[in-house]
């Protein structure tokens, strides 16, 4: 029972960590308050935050040169509902983007400490169980606060921010389940005098692996982020539904990272190293899908398709990184990945948009990301075979 509650503790560090796409299905009225600004600029308010993820990953650490984790996640939790409910108080659209930069290095500074924390205290099968417990977590809680920011809109669109006050409840949870016992398996253990900084850096194979799995995650953030952004929208325009109709399927769409955290043990074991490729075939063929779907049901049934797998992508993602790279040199490659993730989440309003010089709009752009998403699974698949071969 402790362990399970010591577990509970630490992944409810990860269920407000995607919280910045939460607000999505405010999107439209957001649009149609600031008219003066062009779509792009209103869709940053929802992707700002994950550039200053990447600007506090990058001082990740210095940062931890100077506080210990505990110190991170305190300040962390208090720094996201505070500067998360700004635009509930003021709409001004500059001061808005700045309390949503604020937000994001809020949720930069628990990024990276919300996962090397598993990987410190948990090895082998217990690791990759909690690593997709982790993602069904951060999934399940985006799912929740998008569902309750779209029965907030209801009210007004200014209303929906007060979802980050749940920050303040995590906060709670952490201090009161978290472990007290120092880690297992110390991330970044302490130097002692003399040591080789050689001994911390990571080989030209370790090194490919982190770049690789850093450029699935720009990729296939993006993605998602896309589909969150536009989704509301597309609802609307097509005469589907509402954008409360848009939140729920955006929820249960998140909420299909519980199955895919429940099967995501057996999955990796199964296919292991053609896991990604293969799951990178299938977001293709789903998105194509998605794209040609007339109606409500079957645009439901498509994201829910897409958030399934793109939950077992990230999943994968994380549990190779901590599989393939020695554990001195783990917290800096999950900051490489998370700041390649977050990346994907900032670009995606531009992504959207050079998709439209294109000619690509509505549900269109997603056949374009499922196409790309193919030949980005194929390419992993040779590469898989050819390693093996070898």
Known sequence: MKQTIEKVGLLSLSLILTSSAAIAPAIPAMKAFYH????????????????????????NHAIRRVLSEQHIIIISLIL???????PFFVQEYWLVLASRAAFGIGTGLINAVAITILSDYYSGRERAQVLGWRVSAE??????????????????????????TAGLVILAIFLTCAPRRQPRMPTEPIKTEGASPAAHSLSRQQLSTVIGLTLCGVWFVCIDVSLAL?????????????ATDASIILSLKQIMGIIAGAVFVYAVSRYK???LALSALLIGIVLLGLSLSP????LGLS??????????????????????VPAQSRSTATAIVLVGCNLGGGSAPYVLQLFSWVGARGLAVFAWFGVLSMLIGASLWLSCRYARSR
């Open 139 to 164: 999934i399940i809680g985006c799912a929740l606060l998008t569902l309750l920011a779209g029965q907030f809109i209801k009210i007004s669109w200014m209303h929906a921010f007060l979802i980050y």
């Open 295 to 298: 109606t409500i049901w079957l």
């Open 273 to 275: 190293q053609q896991l």
């Open 36 to 59: 003066q600004f062009s779509d792009t600029q209103v869709e940053l308010i929802l992707s700002i935050p994950s550039l200053f993820v990447i600007l506090t990953l990058l001082a």
């Open 303 to 324: 994201s829910f398709g897409v958030g399934f797998v793109y939950s077992i992508i990230l999943s994968t993602i994380f549990h190779r990184l901590s599989d393939e």
């Open 230 to 242: 536009r989704l509301p929208e597309i609802t609307i325009a097509a005469g589907f539904g509402s």
């Open 80 to 86: 996201i509902p505070l500067a998360g409910v700004v």
